[in-house]
């Protein structure tokens, strides 16, 4: 977990970086707001499979360490 928050962390630094710094470069922008986003959605993903576990749910995966 600490990896997913970390990447999703420093793909929004950059996509501040890179808005600041007034780089006019779109496809730099888009390339970090994406990373951003679906960093947020994978931590999402994580938080949904560990709380399925805990609560025994059985379509929830095991032995990942969501536990």
Avoid: E, H, K, N
């Avoid at 970090?32 to 805990?54: D, E, K, M, N, P």
């Amino acid at each position: 977990m600490p990896a997913i928050v970390a990447g999703t962390a420093l793909w929004l630094l950059a996509l501040v970086g890179v808005l600041l710094f007034g780089r006019d470069d779109t496809v730099l922008v888009w390339t970090c707001l994406t990373g951003g986003l679906l960093g947020i959605i994978g931590y999402g993903v994580f938080a949904w499979q560990r709380s399925a576990a805990r609560r025994g749910s059985r379509t929830a995966q095991q032995g990942q360490g969501l536990d």
